[in-house]
T-cell receptor, first 111, second 113 residues
Framework: QKEVEQNSGPLSVPEGAIASLNCTYSDRGSQSFFWYRQYSGKSPELIMFIYSNGDKEDGRFTAQLNKASQYVSLLIRDSQPSDSATYLCAVNHGSARQLTFGSGTQLTVLP | DAGITQSPRHKVTETGTPVTLRCHQTENHRYMYWYRQDPGHGLRLIHYSYGVKDTDKGEVSDGYSVSRSKTEDFLLTLESATSSQTSVYFC????????????FGEGSRLTVL
């Protein structure tokens, strides 16, 4: 069974700090990796994706992928209270119907 | 925002009754999905569709059926609802099959008493 593991949290960071969210996966054949943000009571929205080893930056967000160690992480720089949400890691094993989601990490950014 | 609407948004029903959830998209995307989200389980795929009248089962399909008679509409039916089907149901769409870039509807909260 293909598994995606995330710390459920809650993870609390002060405003302006760096939030680090981690995700590990079991299937070495996984091809692409996604981070979704989900505000309480709302639907998930895609914020980052990464396909290759290394870092990918988009504004305050950086996704990091290490396929050898089978982990992917999301860094949020200069965290804001509006970043408070649950972050879902998703791993694609070949197609969208083979997308496995982690259970999410709840992040709280304290003013 | 992707044009995806789900109905109803909230529903309370009794065990043994049939329930149909509707997903409607205006993006003309070929691929549509139904997920359920439960605490501690993340999002789990129920059924997906890769075209009109083309559907297949996902990870947790038991007790659910789907239909897609038009590109824009994807229906999820619980033939005889059970309390274990109490959940939040999300519809999603994607432009391509080979992606994890999904656009989600607002969700439908179903409570089965």
């Amino acid at each position: 069974q293909k598994e995606v593991e995330q710390n459920s949290g809650p993870l609390s960071v002060p405003e302006g700090a760096i939030a680090s969210l981690n995700c590990t996966y079991s299937d070495r054949g996984s091809q692409s990796f996604f981070w979704y943000r989900q505000y309480s009571g709302k639907s998930p929205e895609l914020i980052m994706f990464i396909y290759s080893n290394g870092d990918k930056e988009d504004g305050r967000f950086t996704a990091q992928l290490n396929k050898a160690s089978q982990y992917v992480s999301l860094l949020i720089r200069d965290s804001q209270p509006s970043d408070s949400a649950t972050y879902l890691c998703a791993v694609n094993h070949g197609s969208a119907r083979q997308l496995t989601f982690g259970s999410g990490t709840q992040l709280t950014v304290l003013p | 925002d992707a044009g995806i609407t789900q109905s109803p948004r909230h529903k309370v029903t009794e065990t043994g009754t049939p329930v149909t959830l509707r997903c409607h998209q205006t993006e003309n995307h070929r691929y549509m999905y139904w997920y359920r989200q439960d605490p501690g389980h993340g999002l789990r795929l129920i059924h997906y569709s890769y075209g009109v009248k083309d559907t297949d089962k996902g990870e947790v399909s038991d007790g659910y059926s789907v239909s897609r008679s038009k590109t824009e509409d994807f229906l999820l039916t619980l033939e005889s609802a059970t309390s274990s089907q109490t959940s939040v149901y999300f519809c999603a769409i994607s432009e391509s099959e080979n992606t994890g870039e999904l656009f989600f509807g607002e969700g439908s909260r179903l409570t089965v008493l």
